[in-house]
Nanobody, 124 residues
């Protein structure tokens, strides 16, 4: 079992920055691939970024590449999503996910555990 708790969401003006955190716990979470996904009202959940605890290999959605950075802090068992140059279209609930046998890092169905989500709202 892996437990994930997100924090750091909020309201920010366009062009601003936010950092989301995902605190992970459980006996084997370091073996997992970690991902951030987002879901806006009326839309499907979409991939944002992913990182491997073991290799630190990262991947980003084209829509956030160059603006968002995913990272881990092993001492704090936490995954971060640093978001900069935020746009109104980044408004969504953001979810942290963990997957053990992930074959497609951008596919939500490959992840086994999910956090409760944190809301990010970007105003114009």
């Amino acid at each position: 079992q892996v437990q994930l708790v997100e924090s750091g969401g909020g309201l920010v003006q366009a062009g601003g920055s936010l950092r989301l955190s995902c605190a992970a716990s459980g006996s084997t979470f370091r073996s997992y691939v970690m991902g951030w996904f987002r879901q806006a009202p009326g839309k499907e959940r979409e991939f944002v970024a992913t990182i491997s605890w073991m290799t630190s290999l990262t991947r980003y959605a084209e829509s956030v590449k160059g603006r968002f950075t995913i990272s881990t802090d092993n001492a704090k068992n936490t995954v971060y999503l640093q978001m900069s140059s935020l746009k109104p279209e980044d408004t969504a609930s953001y979810y942290c996910a963990a997957g053990l046998a992930v074959t497609n890092r951008a596919r939500a169905g490959d992840y086994d555990y999910w956090g409760q989500g944190t809301q990010v709202t970007v105003s114009t």
